[in-house]
């Protein structure tokens, strides 16, 4: 089929508001018109070097991906459209178009070198709920463009590529073990079964740590086989037909699993397996997570259609962007012009990188262009454009003016609008026309990003909406004394579109401090190993009076080199009250301290910032980012998930401490929020650097007066606890290789990081107008606890209870994942459907069942939970317990139902324990005498066929060579005679 190459770059740049999933909005929004997918990005990094055939395999491997995709969705989905960034480090190709907006760190798919952990094995990087995407997909070059290699580990490529579009567009989950505890299940009938979906899938058990031998020999007698047993599927006539999720590599395999009563029964959907996709999406198929997605419930299957794609091979341009800044007469009001001059000076000073372009924009009662899109070649151009920033506040409000003023300029310049970014601030309410939605049309044909500034309270409630839709990042400056917002936002618009870029500075603190009138305030930062170059301490005055000269910093490095008003390193910017000191060479790593003086008769407000380059620009440098779950909400009662993921390239930094710090509207205190990475409550995976938690804590709308809603969310990372350690192991979704070695393992050690710190903004919070809080004192609790997704059987087999079951899980809230629940309601039953479905229905645990612990005081969240509990004797040891709980809270509310965890009975009462109940004693006795006569027949049988055949030689048993790396499942399948396991 011919490869269809296009430059048609207008179709790639769609509007699509996501309120949902801010995590998207980070990445590449991919749309889907005609059953095609439209804009999925693929961005190569800058340190991989030149190769055409990773663009040339790119093609062939998508090309065949859309068409197993096209069969794998029912005939929904193909993709149409797919562009491919080029590193700007590689050659210039007249072929290659210049890029819009894309960047690698939007990209949906990045290939860079290999992860530690994942070795060359393509994975996606999955932090949100299930149903909803992942965060982006990873291949690696080798794995691109050595298809001998690649098929040879994980089976076709293109079949592959499909297994990651399930995490990566529906956020589907693995359905193969990912843990040594997950490779086995028990079955209604008390049996061990391996861990696959759908059940029709066979195969053979060979235990990989003993010479591949075979292995659950006898699952009837519900023991757990050795932990070294794996499951093999057969690779030849394997009537599994599903599932992508499971075992992509098997040609039999062609489907997702589904649940559907009247389907396929060769892909029906195993609820029962012991896998990620059970546990976090509630032990639904991936069928009915994809049915709900709006790329099944808005579209119809076409058949006969030309799945080929269109690619477009860009690559980077410098960045162009255009300040639109509100100067009307509401802005003199808390010195707010002021303060703004102050931001974008340090903006276009220290942030903007070189080569990048910039336009500036005044509007008030009507807009002017103040300086023209021009490019930053130097440093004296810099200072040229900061000359032309506003002076003078007159005037209402026109917002619409100003954009289309932004548009007017990018239009002016010899290059297209596409793609450029327009960032807004503005204080107050439009009042003269047009209005925002009296331009809405122009910023949809420039297609330009917009990013927004909402500078006070009162700000025009439509900034977030628009930057919502038009691709950007809002952000919102509450003049709240220690807010420092406004800096960070401007730092962020630029940082968060390039956070792998090695030479883009990193933050690493913000602060207000308060030096009180003829006194000094001490402070300190951390530096650590991962930084050094380029760094740069600021230190804003936020009084703008007469005394200009009142606030002075002395600076102290960790070997006690002095920084003061007197090195050279020091420069004071009278226009914006604003000391930089940039350290020369490499910054010291250690602790830093600084004194800020205050000569003035009133207490001063001074910010202070800390910039700093990675050290190493191969590494490059530890970095936070954060997002926001829902940044604008409409539903009630309110509540989102704040993100923020720690990590040095693809390493996750664990056991930080992480807080969030959140304005909130009116005269209520800045809040803070625990995140966490523990793989409960919102946090789904644990540590993977992915650190999360609800956020609940709205104050009532009457606090908002007439204004918007919004809260503007911070993060800051440190080490203060001594825990924070950094792992090449990273927990992600990945395709299931051959060879089971290849699976990632945790068998790393954490380094140790020590002292140091980061801070990233999430952006803002806003609440629709419909969207009403009560006085959370007297409202009525609405929230339930969040759902348990980690309950697991861990009885010990050697414990000296008998029948009793342990099972640990993570505590969850009272609401969501904050506070303390009431109680637990633990329940159990003889079948999976009977639990799953009627869990109301199964069988009560009372607290006077409980050997150990407790259910009616649940610690508080994120604990970890452990109960002993007795049992009645069952009918039989060959059936299985099944166990789910949900928490609840003081209001009864009650959370979703949990995973559900399972122990055979023959592991409740063991061996020479179990007795089968209603049996006297007489035929217990007369069954014993039975076996001792039938064991010493088999005995006499076995000594004579022994003497019969003692001159006969016996072959050894046959050897495998095992390779370095593991065995495949190929070579599992030659090893010795066949154990196949087929489905009951």
Wanted: aromatic share 10%; charged share 20%.
């Amino acid at each position: 089929m011919a490869l269809k190459i296009s430059v048609l770059l207008s179709v790639v740049f769609v509007y699509l508001s996501t309120s949902g999933v801010f995590a998207l909005q980070r990445r590449a929004r991919i749309t889907l018109e005609n059953n095609g997918f439209i804009g999925p990005l693929i961005a190569i990094n800058e340190n991989i070097p030149e190769d055409s055939d990773i663009v040339d395999s790119l093609i062939k491997i998508f090309t065949a991906a859309s068409a197993y995709l096209h069969q794998a969705s029912r005939n929904h989905t193909y993709f149409s459209n797919v562009t491919i960034l080029i590193p700007d480090s590689w050659n210039d190709d007249p072929s290659y178009e210049p890029a819009i907006w894309e960047t690698y760190d939007l990209a949906n798919v990045i290939v860079d070198d290999p992860s530690p952990a994942w070795w060359e094995s393509p994975y996606s990087q999955q932090v949100l709920p299930c149903g909803q995407g992942a965060e982006y997909t990873h291949l690696t070059p080798r794995w691109i463009t050595d298809e001998d290699f690649s098929t040879y580990y994980w089976g076709p490529q293109g079949k592959v590529i499909v297994h990651e579009w399930g995490h990566l567009r529906w956020g589907l989950f693995d359905e193969y073990a990912h843990t040594e505890e997950e490779h086995f299940y028990y079955d209604e009938n008390g049996w061990t079964q391996p861990t696959r979906c759908s059940e029709e899938v066979d195969g053979q058990t060979r235990d990989i740590t003993n010479n591949y031998k075979k292995c659950n020999k006898r699952p009837e007698d519900g023991v757990m086989p050795d932990p070294g047993c794996r499951f093999f599927p057969d690779l030849e006539d394997n009537p599994g037909t599903a599932s992508y999720l499971f075992a992509n590599y098997l040609d039999s395999v062609t489907d997702f699993c589904h649940s559907e009563e009247d389907g396929n029964p060769a892909s029906k959907h195993n609820p029962l397996a012991n896998n990620m996709q059970n546990k976090l999406c509630n032990h639904r198929s991936s069928w009915d997570i994809m049915a709900d997605h709006p790329d099944f419930t808005t579209t119809t299957p076409i058949s006969d259609i030309d799945t080929t794609p269109y690619f477009n091979i860009i690559k980077k341009r410098p960045r162009r962007v255009v300040l639109v800044m509100d100067v009307s007469l509401s802005m003199l009001l808390n010195d707010r012009l002021k303060l703004l001059v102050q931001a974008a000076t340090s903006y276009i000073r220290h942030v903007l990188p070189l080569g990048s372009w910039i336009g500036l924009v005044e509007f008030s009662s009507s807009s002017n262009i103040t300086c023209p899109l021009t490019q930053l070649t130097d440093d004296a151009v810099r200072e040229s454009v900061i000359a032309l920033l506003p002076k003078e506040s007159h005037g209402e409000t026109c917002i619409g003016c100003g954009i289309l003023s932004g548009i007017n300029i990018l239009e002016e310049s010899t290059q297209s609008t596409h793609g450029s970014i327009l960032f807004l601030i503005s204080d107050g309410q439009e009042n003269t026309r047009p209005y925002i939605d009296d331009v809405i049309d122009n910023i949809t044909v420039s297609e330009i990003a917009i990013d927004t500034m909402s500078f006070s309270e009162q700000a025009d409630p439509k900034l977030a909406s628009l930057s919502d839709q038009f691709y950007g990042f809002s952000y919102y400056f509450s003049e709240v004394t220690s807010s420092t917002a406004l800096h960070d936002g401007f730092t962020s618009t630029v940082v968060d579109r390039d956070v792998s870029d090695p030479a883009t500075p990193i933050p690493v603190t913000s602060v207000v401090e308060r030096v009180r009138k003829s006194n000094k305030r001490n402070g300190n930062v951390n530096l650590d190993d991962t930084l050094g170059n380029h760094t740069k301490f600021f230190f804003y005055s936020r009084v703008f009076d007469e005394d200009e000269n009142a606030i002075t910093v002395e600076l102290t490095s960790p070997s006690r080199v002095e920084y003061d008003k007197n090195s050279p390193e020091y420069v004071f910017d009278l226009e914006t009250l604003t000391i930089t000191i940039e350290i020369p060479d490499l910054a010291e790593q250690g602790r830093w301290s600084y004194t800020i003086f205050n000569s003035d008769s009133v207490d001063r407000d001074v910010e202070v910032a800390v910039h700093s380059v990675a050290s190493d620009p191969v590494l490059g440098a530890m970095r936070l980012t954060s997002w926001v779950g829902d940044p604008i909400i409409t539903k009630s009662p309110p509540q989102t998930v704040i993100y923020a993921e720690l990590r040095r390239a693809h390493n996750p930094v664990i056991g930080a401490n992480v807080v969030a710090i959140i304005d909130r509207p009116g005269e209520n205190e800045v809040t803070t929020l625990q995140l966490l990475d523990d793989g409960a409550g919102a946090d789904i995976i644990k540590d993977d650097g992915t650190y999360s938690a609800y956020f609940v804590d709205y104050v009532s709308t009457d606090d908002c007066d007439d204004n918007a809603c919004r809260y503007s969310v911070s993060v800051t990372a440190d080490d203060i606890d001594g825990n924070a350690r950094i792992t090449t192991y990273k927990p992600a979704s990945g395709a299931l290789p051959t060879n089971y070695s290849v699976i990632p393992v945790n068998t790393n050690e954490p380094i140790a990081i020590g002292l140091f710190e980061r801070k990233a903004t999430g952006g803002v919070i806003q609440l629709a107008e419909d969207v009403i809080v009560g006085d959370p004192a007297t409202s009525p609790d609405v929230l339930s606890p969040s759902r348990i997704i980690d309950l697991a059987d861990s009885t010990d087999v050697n414990t000296t209870y008998r029948g009793h079951v342990t099972l640990k899980w993570t505590a969850v809230g009272d609401d969501l994942d904050q506070g303390t629940a009431s109680y637990y309601d633990l329940r159990y039953a003889a079948s999976f459907s009977a639990i799953f479905n009627n869990f109301d229905d199964a069988t009560p645990v009372e607290e006077n069942d409980v050997i150990e612990g407790t259910l009616l005081a649940p610690q508080p969240t994120r604990s970890r939970e452990e109960i002993t509990i007795s049992l009645p004797i069952p009918p039989t040891k060959n059936m299985t317990y099944f166990f789910a709980l949900v928490a609840v809270d003081e209001a009864d509310n009650r959370g979703e139902l949990s995973n559900i965890a399972s122990a055979s009975a023959s592991l409740v009462y063991l061996g020479d324990e179990y007795i089968l109940p209603g049996l006297e004693a007489w035929a217990i006795a007369l069954i014993t005498l039975a076996c001792l006569a039938a064991v010493a027949g088999t005995v006499a049988v076995v000594v004579y066929v022994v003497k019969k055949n003692n001159n006969k030689k016996v072959a050894p048993e046959e050897k495998t060579d095992v390779e370095q790396n593991g065995v495949s499942a190929q070579q599992a399948h030659t090893n010795g005679k066949s154990q196949t396991v087929t489905h009951a």
